[in-house]
């Protein structure tokens, strides 16, 4: 993984989709909201797709227009980014819906008359409409479809992440060939939850492929539980600490966005392992919300979701099962977009204490002006930078006025 993209940690958590739904109606009524149906039986299709820091964004076609929609397994239904349009169907029926700050909203459900997704078309499928994310996503995506695609309706897939390409199948057995071989992670409800092996513990984790570049999200609260209650664990995860202090946490859903300040540490973790993959040398924080991991593992290695089956197998990129990752967080920067009504600038920062960028002199709430000379005018600017490897320098105004320039 690049050093910058824990700079910008805070692109992976604007696809974050914090999603849980209660009904309002009977159940009956919330299932036939939710239900769709395929069009197509008994076939096999190719979809060129674009790979996004490891997540798959397809094309389909909504009222004869190309959308992109992110493959998010980490939702259980889709959504829209953005405002209401024309073709979209009130279905009559709400939902309850928890955002990222944990407040209860209700959420109509609409419907997509047909997607077409290469050859196959969905009718009726069910979204949550939402302009909350918009000012992160910048146009890149336009929405979501969730894993309801697979627990639902039984489909397959696999995610060539090196030639982008996807692969959709409704065929039993179909991938059974490829799949031989590989070592297997079996999830065994609604959600793909499987166990990923770390050098303190072996632990039940979310694949939430709408954690676009994100590793493994381990929230330091759940890391001081295992602490209190083993010793011999709290010993061997004291032993990969790197550092250890308060941050901002920030978390983003299609809902809302929060920031709260928690205890975090920075991790060295030797060696990870899930499935065929082994990744050694990796360093994670562990200031955020929710276990799971995210899509910079598919940056390695290509994913069959295998739904009658409730399987999935990573196949590693040429063969390469095993990853130096060597990545560095010490810069210990990253940004947020300032609050609505804010004339001093469009984007925050946020600062780890103790690490580069705090040394530096930055500090949490200064205002980013530019990068590499190019002025931040607007999120989206910020957002859409070509990424690279190399110091980066960046000018920020504290809210005092003062002038700060930093190179990281």
């Not at 959420?107 to 969905?122: L, R, V, Y």
């Not at 918009?134 to 479809?145: N, R």
């Not at 598919?298 to 060597?326: C, N, Y």
């Not at 103790?354 to 005018?377: E, Q």
Request: aromatic share 10%; with cysteine.
């Amino acid at each position: 993984m690049r050093e910058h993209t824990k700079t910008f940690a805070f692109i992976k958590a604007m696809t974050i989709i914090l999603v849980s739904l209660t009904s309002l109606q009977s159940a009956a009524q919330i299932a036939k909201a939710f239900d769709f149906n395929i069009a197509n039986t008994d076939f096999v299709d190719t979809v060129k797709i674009k790979i996004w820091n490891g997540a798959a964004v397809v094309p389909v076609e909504i009222n004869g227009v190309v959308r992109n929609m992110l493959f998010d397994t980490g939702a259980q239904t889709g959504f829209w980014i953005g405002k209401e349009e024309d073709w979209m169907i009130a279905s009559g029926d709400s939902v309850k819906t928890v955002d990222s700050q944990k407040a209860m909203l209700k959420k109509a459900i609409h419907k997509c008359p047909t997607i077409k997704m290469g050859n196959i078309s969905i009718e009726n499928y069910p979204i949550i409409v939402d302009n909350g994310l918009s000012q992160y996503t910048c146009g890149i995506i336009d929405g979501a479809l969730a894993f309801d695609l697979i627990v639902k309706k039984g489909l397959s897939f696999k995610f060539d992440t090196k030639d982008s390409l996807m692969i959709v199948t409704d065929r039993k057995g179909f991938f059974a060939k490829e799949e031989k071989g590989h070592k297997i992670l079996k999830y065994d409800s609604s959600r793909p939850t499987f166990f990923v092996k770390f050098p303190f513990s072996k632990i039940r984790m979310l694949f939430d492929s709408g954690n676009v570049g994100g590793w493994f999200d381990l929230p330091q609260e759940l890391l001081d539980r295992w602490c209190k209650s083993d010793q011999k664990m709290k010993q061997k995860i004291d032993e990969m600490t790197l550092h250890s202090d308060t941050s901002v946490l920030s978390s983003a859903g299609v809902f809302g966005a929060t920031y709260d300040t928690v205890a975090y540490r920075i991790l060295r973790i030797p060696q990870v392992e899930i499935g065929d993959l082994t990744f050694k040398d990796l360093c994670i924080s562990t200031n955020t919300a929710m276990l799971k991991l995210g899509t910079a593992v598919m940056q390695h290695a290509s994913l069959i979701i295998d739904a009658p089956k409730r399987r999935f197998v990573l196949l590693p990129h040429d063969g390469k099962s095993e990853v130096v990752v060597a990545n560095k967080i010490t810069r210990g920067l990253s940004f947020r977009p300032a609050e609505d009504g804010d004339t001093l600038g469009v984007a925050r920062a946020i600062v780890k204490k103790g690490l580069d960028a705090y040394k530096k002199g930055v500090r949490s709430g200064d205002y980013l002006i530019s990068i590499d000379g190019i002025p931040i005018t607007d999120y989206c600017t910020f957002r859409l930078l070509e990424p690279h490897d190399d110091l980066m320098h960046y000018v920020l105004r504290s809210p005092e006025g003062e002038i700060k320039e930093v190179d990281l």
